[in-house]
């Protein structure tokens, strides 16, 4: 089993709608969460982190842990087309070795 | 601060020569990640430093590739010889993780190497 797993799309959503974008992991020490976007030919950003099980929300983005299911999600609200990029689903180990999922490449169509 | 800058952008090299390539980090960070990435694979650690001591490499594909850091502002990343299926995007990322918190790692622009 790979340690971080995204379903690798390609996902679609209309202009204006939500789009969810899963994750899930092996490692139970995990501690930390991030979400990267990553457009064509540019490196990675973080655009969410959360360490904490719930929701974390940061205008359109929610960033939501389940620790127990293992389980990492992330909505985008308002879909924008500049929302157009490559997800990356991340997890910090104890070791501090950050680990990366093969990411989720999201279309919204105007 | 400029961010973490990578060096050269762009690499075309032949098949068999030996490829550098090279990372600052930023100023003060005292983890530096090296990652590849192809289409095929996503993005791999292939090694990462603490306090520019090597902390794990199990990420590194073969013994053609070799990883240092000399200093806290300075790592490098070596193929000899390279192949051409070294083709891929480097990436260099460092952070820093003061007690109790965990922050991002900021990624340099890449190095895009093509072997032929």
């Known amino acids: 089993q790979k340690e971080v797993e995204q379903n690798s799309g390609p996902l679609s959503v209309p202009e204006g709608a939500i789009a969810s974008l899963n994750c899930t992991y092996s490692d139970r020490g995990s501690q930390s969460f991030f979400w990267y976007r990553q457009y064509s030919g540019k490196s990675p950003e973080l655009i969410m982190s959360i360490y904490s099980n719930g929701d974390k929300e940061d205008g359109r983005f929610t960033a939501q842990l389940n620790k127990a299911s293992q389980y990492v999600s992330l909505l985008i609200r308002d879909s924008q087309p500049s929302d157009s990029a490559t997800y990356l689903c991340a997890l910090l180990r104890s070791a501090r070795q950050l680990t990366f999922g093969s990411g989720t490449q999201l279309t919204v169509l105007p | 601060d400029a961010g973490v800058i990578q060096s050269p952008r762009h690499e075309v090299t032949e098949m068999g020569q030996e490829v550098t390539l090279r990372c600052k980090p930023i100023s003060g960070h005292d983890y530096l990640f090296w990652y590849r990435q192809t289409m095929m694979r996503g993005l791999e650690l292939l090694i990462y430093?603490?306090?520019?001591?090597?902390?794990?490499d199990s990420g590194m594909p073969e013994d053609r590739f070799s990883a240092k850091m000399p200093n806290a502002s300075f790592s490098t990343l070596k193929i000899q010889p390279s192949e051409p299926r070294d083709s891929a995007v480097y990436f260099c990322?460092?952070?820093?993780?003061?007690?109790?918190?965990?922050?991002?790692?900021?990624f340099g622009q890449g190095t895009r190497l093509t072997v032929v």
């Open positions: 430093f603490n306090n520019n001591v090597p902390i794990d």
């Open positions: 990322a460092s952070s820093f993780f003061p007690r109790g918190v965990n922050t991002e790692a900021f």
